[in-house]
């Protein structure tokens, strides 16, 4: 009898890691899951707080491998950040400013299309494709115009014994000739792909080179950044590694680190002060991967940001 009890639980553990992730579109946005786990909600419709701040195209909630909510929306210290999200403070049409899609101030993302995509593995992707438009950039007729034309991917991979790989790839084209995107425009330049994470007491950012220290300016610290704490359930260890690759224009970029009432960047461009041309013939594409885990070490995850260099 423990014989069978034991080939039966064998079987069913594995069956049960054989499963794919799944994706499952909905008019608010897009759920993964896998097994009885949550992983992540890609919210495609748009979302406000009491009919401010309307947002949409981010990610939230993301959860940790034993189903905490990791990330944070509408927080009271900065109401305009919404869980992994990417956005800039500038962007030009010539001379002409056209809103602040971090304040979310005459600025807003209209999702044109949800759609899975294909892999060869047992991940999902989902595509969104999407476009900026602003009050103040209007035909004649007085109809918003799309300004920018974002395609973004998010692919969800199956989980290892302690932790999990999540790709999200960015890729914007100009609608407009003579365009330019900046982030924030004074020293500290923030802007770009943004995690809002639930931050604890206990915060250690850990690059490459070991042990980071928060600062006020952008940091230099290399291509991938760990954010751990006592972020699981009942206080546990867990974490979120943002790594970047290095084929996004300026790696390594510096990042922006807070340990409290805020959030972390992979800054692009910097520095931010300085708006760059944004090409209306060749997409700019940010991709990243976050390794949402339970502890890992930083030569563990040093080896994952090689494979991810790799392509892997």
Request: charged share 20%; glycine share 8%.
């Amino acid at each position: 009898m423990k014989l069978l009890t034991t080939l039966l639980f064998t079987l069913l553990l594995t069956y049960a890691c054989s499963q794919p992730v799944r994706l499952d579109i909905q008019p608010e946005g897009v759920l993964f899951t896998e097994n009885s786990d949550t992983i992540l909600f890609h919210q495609t419709a748009e979302k406000s707080l009491n009919s401010e701040y309307t947002r949409s195209n981010y990610i939230h909630p993301l959860y940790a491998l034993d189903g905490e909510v990791l990330t944070e929306d509408f927080p009271e210290d900065h109401p305009h950040h919404r869980g992994i999200f990417w956005a800039w403070h500038q962007l030009y049409v010539g001379e002409k400013r056209i809103g602040d899609g971090w304040l979310i101030e005459d600025f807003k993302w209209e999702v044109l299309r949800v759609k899975e995509l294909s892999t060869k593995t047992k991940a999902k992707s989902v595509q969104t494709d999407v476009v900026w438009k602003s009050p103040l950039w209007t035909d004649d007729t007085g109809n918003e115009k799309p300004l920018v034309s974002e395609t973004t991917t998010i692919t969800v991979h199956l989980a290892k014994a302690n932790y999990r790989l999540v790709d999200i790839t960015i890729s914007m084209i100009a609608l407009e000739p003579d365009m330019r995107l900046g982030g924030s425009e004074e020293a500290k330049g923030y802007g770009g792909f943004s995690p809002r994470i639930r931050l604890s007491d206990n915060i250690i950012f850990t690059g490459p080179e070991g042990q980071v220290e928060a600062q006020n300016l952008p940091v230099s610290a290399g291509g991938w950044m760990d954010i751990s704490g006592s972020l699981g359930k009942g206080g546990s260890p867990a974490g979120i590694t943002i790594m970047a690759h290095p084929t996004n224009p300026g790696y390594p970029n510096p990042w922006i680190l807070r340990a409290k009432n805020s959030m972390q960047n992979a800054v692009f461009p910097h520095p931010g002060a300085q708006a760059i041309p944004l090409s209306d013939t060749e997409p700019t594409v940010l991709k990243y991967r976050l390794v949402i885990h339970m502890g890992l070490e930083p030569e563990v995850i040093g080896k994952l940001h090689k494979e991810y260099k790799k392509g892997d």
